[in-house]
């Protein structure tokens, strides 16, 4: 949101020092940060509520769980101010008195299948679904300069057909499915090769791979390197919203998926993307994207027209219409 423009209103970023919020908005004058601890954290607390004061702060976005936690406390410490949550996750929520708090005023999901469990926790009328956005001019610009960037980085031919995931190395990223299938598509045809890029707490657990599988770890140039995939394979088990998903498409990569909840709100299988019920079953997909190109270009072109959708400037104006709504019930 800090990237945000708004006459209406004046934003201000509050967030752990050294986390990528920071690096990203470096140089601004509206960012303050603090030194993150685990829990209930006192000392985060009393500093929002101090810069909250001095700023005259009207209204707090509330992203994660810490985020909560720290807003509970600073206004036991007396900051009263209205929050609204916005939840980016599809756990079930554990801490239902967090949401239901009289101060929290609207919860923003990310997606009707996290809406759906929220639904259990607070009144619909409490709750709007807002997808979120992705930047199509930063994604689709330089695209043809960075096609071979990969090939190049690892020394592969022009005939290697690259297959490629960007996620978190945690337990429901079911990374190990990913390394499953690209094994039996490797022991098939040589040419593949498959990329993980993201790193996590299981990145030990997967050091010993096949040399047609390459573990990238965390990159900074995630939209150079999606342009560089002939197929985007995603093998998440939940998500609460793939955005990377719509990344891909903005990229003209054929995405097959998992299918999982939220998923289904952006796939239509075999229309502008597929999704896989086994292994064998995305092995076989994934070769098919291969050697029948009509099908690949139309689901290419079909997910292109449809990410259109999600310009994150129609984001940033449902966001709004959410601040106002809650200004104008005060």
Known sequence: MIHHSDAEFAYYLFCPENAALQKRNSGRSNIFTYKKRFGFDVFAALELKKVCQKNQIDLIHLHDSHAINTYLLADL???DIPAL???????????????????????ICVSEAVKKKMSFVRD??????????????????????????????LNLSNETRIVGIVSALEKEKNIGEFIEIADRTIALDKNYHFVIIGDGSLKSQFQQLDSNIHLLGFR???????????????????????????????????????????????????????????????????QLLNT??????????????????????????????VYTSIFNHA
């Not at 949550?85 to 919860?107: A, L």
């Not at 009509?294 to 990410?307: C, G, I, R, S, Y």
Request: hydrophobic share 40%; proline share 3%; glycine share 2%.
């Open 85 to 107: 949550i916005h939840r980016h996750v599809n756990f079930r929520v554990v801490s239902k008195w967090k949401y239901t708090f009289d101060k929290i005023k609207k919860i």
């Open 292 to 321: 029948q190109k009509e099908m690949h270009d139309t689901l290419v072109e079909n997910a292109f027209q449809f990410v259109q959708q999600f310009d994150i400037t129609l984001m940033h104006q449902k966001i709004t219409e």
């Open 77 to 79: 410490f007396g900051m």
């Open 124 to 153: 619909d009328k409490k709750i709007a679904v807002i997808h979120p956005g992705i930047d199509l001019t930063r994604l689709t610009a330089n695209h043809e300069q960075s096609l071979n960037k990969l090939k190049q980085e």
């Open 220 to 286: 900074n140039d995630i939209r150079e390197l999606l342009p560089c995939l002939d197929l985007f394979l995603f093998t998440s088990n939940n998500e609460g919203f793939p955005l990377v998903l719509l990344e891909a498409m903005a990229c003209k990569i054929p995405v097959l998926t998992n299918r999982f909840a939220s998923a289904n709100e952006l796939l239509q299988d075999e229309k502008n993307g597929l999704f896989y019920n086994d292994v064998e079953d995305a092995v076989h997909k994934l």
